[in-house]
């Protein structure tokens, strides 16, 4: 996340479901000092078991698995462009097709809540409900998928559509794709790109070689 530019110092946390509960990162260990040994196991009851403290934001991540099936892995971050939008409360409209990768017809803002409370998982997991990114108000992005590397494309995307959003302000407000447009891209996005089997005989070819 630091290397592309999505997080900084030691802000943003990541998770993925393991076992009856999930994997996280420590709170407040710089990530290029992380080894897999810091990585703290969180129960389905909340437990933490590790040698660290697990990230100040672990309830949101319990909560986000207990309410999401198809939900193995999230990304959290700070990112700069989606901060500035988040911190005005805004959402990010249909300005652009490509925000139907989040889910929807646009990307919710969550309301404010104090960072590691219950309060804010709660807002988090309305924000996210029929979506796979969220702002979070005077905070940050939370991404989900089906793995880590899916949700972190998707929390460098919301990064990237903010960037183009805010661009798009200087010259006033965008106009936006209608509420049946994003629903045609939402159908499309559901078929988008290779199809598992040939990223399958792909991963067998490289194996043989």
Same mark, same amino acid.
């Given at each position: !996340?630091?290397?592309?530019?999505?997080?900084?110092?030691?802000?943003?946390?990541?998770?993925?479901?393991? @076992?009856?509960?999930?994997? %996280?990162?420590?709170?407040?260990?710089?990530?290029?000092?992380?080894?897999?040994?810091? %990585?703290?196991?969180?129960?389905?009851?909340?437990?933490?078991?590790?040698? $660290?403290?697990?990230?100040?934001?672990?309830?949101?991540?319990?909560?986000?698995?207990?309410?999401?099936?198809?939900?193995?892995?999230?990304?959290?971050?700070?990112?700069?462009?989606?901060?500035?939008?988040?911190?005005?409360? @805004?959402?990010?409209?249909?300005?652009?097709? !490509?925000?139907?990768?989040?889910?929807?017809?646009?990307?919710?803002?969550?309301?404010?809540?104090?960072?590691?409370?219950?309060?804010?998982?709660?807002?988090? %997991?309305?924000?996210?409900?029929? @979506? !796979?990114?969220?702002? $979070?108000?005077?905070?940050?992005?939370?991404? %989900?998928?089906?793995?880590?590397?899916?949700?972190?494309?998707?929390?460098?995307?919301?990064?990237?559509?903010?960037? !183009?959003?805010?661009?798009?302000?200087?010259?006033?407000?965008?106009?936006?794709?209608?509420?049946?447009?994003?629903?045609?891209?939402?159908?499309?996005?559901?078929?988008?790109?290779?199809?598992?089997?040939?990223?399958?005989?792909?991963?067998?070819?490289?194996?043989?070689?």
């Amino acid at each position: !996340m630091n290397r592309i530019g999505i997080n900084q110092g030691t802000s943003g946390n990541v998770s993925a479901r393991w @076992r009856d509960g999930f994997l %996280v990162t420590p709170s407040g260990l710089p990530y290029d000092r992380c080894d897999p040994a810091d %990585v703290v196991w969180v129960d389905d009851q909340g437990g933490a078991h590790g040698h $660290l403290v697990p990230s100040s934001e672990w309830r949101f991540h319990l909560d986000i698995y207990r309410h999401r099936s198809d939900v193995d892995a999230i990304v959290h971050t700070h990112s700069v462009n989606a901060t500035a939008i988040a911190v005005h409360k @805004r959402a990010i409209p249909a300005f652009h097709y !490509m925000v139907a990768l989040a889910g929807g017809v646009d990307i919710r803002c969550a309301g404010y809540a104090t960072y590691g409370t219950q309060a804010l998982s709660d807002q988090a %997991v309305a924000a996210l409900d029929g @979506r !796979m990114a969220c702002l $979070l108000a005077h905070h940050g992005v939370i991404a %989900v998928g089906a793995d880590l590397e899916r949700a972190l494309r998707l929390a460098e995307e919301v990064e990237i559509l903010a960037r !183009m959003y805010l661009a798009a302000l200087t010259l006033g407000e965008p106009d936006v794709l209608d509420d049946a447009e994003m629903a045609v891209v939402l159908d499309r996005f559901r078929t988008y790109g290779q199809p598992a089997t040939a990223s399958g005989r792909r991963r067998a070819a490289t194996k043989q070689r």
